[in-house]
C-alpha cells in the first residue's frame, strides 16, 4: 500500500462545482503539503500544514481551501470550480526535520488529475 | 516556479552521459534537490546537496553546484531507458517549503 494515497485518482467536473480531493499518509509525518502541476510551470504550492492546528497559505491558494481533519489527513477543496483550475495535484508529506538531513524531503502521492469542463 | 529555472526538453542516447542545468535565486538555501517523476507517479527525491559542497556523487549521478552563480547540475552517466523521467530542480529558501522548477523532461532514446 502506498504512504501517501490521494482521492480520487481522476475526477471530470463542470465549471462551478464544489470538488473535494483527499489525502491520507500513513508515515506519522507532521507535515503536509497540497501541489498543482502544470506542464512547463512546475509543482506551485497551494496550502501547507506543519500540524493539525497550523494551516498557512501557499503562493496560490485563491480558489482552494483546505481541512486537516487528523495527523493523516489533509483535505484540498474547491468551491467553485473554473476550467483553469484543471490540473495535476499532488499531496505530500514530510517528516519534522531538526538535526535529520535532508529536511526538505517530500514524500508525494500519486497524484490526482481533475478535469474542469 | 518562476525563481528556479531549467530547460524543458533534453533527448539522450541510451549509453550518453546526460546533463540537466539548473539555475536557482536564494542563496540562503540550506539545501538543493533533484526529485525525479516517472510517467503517472508522484515526484521521488533522487539527490541532494548540502549548500556548502561543491560536489556529491552517488552511483551514476553527480551533483554540481555553483554557488557563486547559483547553478546547479545533474550528471547521469550511462543513462538507460529507465532514466526517462522529469527531473525537478528545487532550493529550500526555508527547511520546510521547496520552491521548484518546470521540470526537464528526459527522453532516453536507443
Known amino acids: 500500500d502506498a504512504d501517501v494515497t490521494q482521492t480520487p485518482r481522476n475526477r471530470i467536473t463542470k465549471t462551478g462545482k464544489r470538488i473535494m480531493l483527499e489525502c491520507s499518509q500513513t508515515?506519522?509525518?507532521?507535515?503536509m503539503y497540497w501541489y498543482r502541476q502544470d506542464p512547463g510551470l512546475g509543482l506551485r504550492l497551494i496550502y501547507y500544514?506543519?500540524?493539525?492546528?497550523?494551516?498557512n497559505k501557499g503562493e496560490i491558494s485563491d480558489g482552494y481551501s483546505v481541512s486537516r481533519q487528523a495527523q493523516a489527513k489533509f483535505s484540498l477543496s474547491l468551491e467553485s470550480a473554473i476550467p483553469n483550475q484543471t490540473a495535476l495535484y499532488f499531496c505530500?508529506?514530510?517528516?519534522?526535520?531538526?538535526?535529520?538531513?535532508?529536511?526538505?524531503?517530500?514524500?508525494f502521492g500519486e497524484g490526482s488529475r481533475l478535469t474542469v469542463l | 516556479g518562476e525563481d528556479v529555472e531549467q530547460s524543458l526538453f533534453l533527448s539522450v542516447r541510451e549509453g550518453d552521459s546526460s546533463v540537466i542545468n539548473c539555475t536557482y535565486t536564494?542563496?540562503?538555501?540550506?539545501?538543493l534537490y533533484w526529485y525525479k517523476q516517472e510517467p503517472g507517479a508522484g515526484l521521488q527525491l533522487l539527490t541532494y546537496i548540502f549548500s556548502n559542497m561543491d560536489m556529491k556523487q552517488d552511483q551514476r549521478l553527480t551533483v554540481l553546484l555553483n554557488k557563486k552563480d547559483k547553478h546547479l547540475s545533474l550528471r547521469i552517466a550511462d543513462t538507460q531507458t529507465g532514466d526517462s523521467a522529469i527531473y525537478f530542480c528545487?532550493?529550500?529558501?526555508?527547511?520546510?517549503?521547496?520552491?521548484f522548477g518546470a521540470g526537464t523532461t528526459v527522453t532516453v532514446r536507443a
Open positions: 528545487a532550493e529550500s529558501p526555508n527547511d520546510y517549503k521547496l520552491s
Open positions: 505530500a508529506t514530510s517528516d519534522r526535520g531538526g538535526d535529520r538531513a535532508p529536511t526538505g524531503e517530500l514524500f
Open positions: 500544514s506543519f500540524d493539525v492546528k497550523d494551516i
Open positions: 508515515k506519522g509525518h507532521d507535515r
Open positions: 536564494d542563496s540562503s538555501s540550506t539545501y
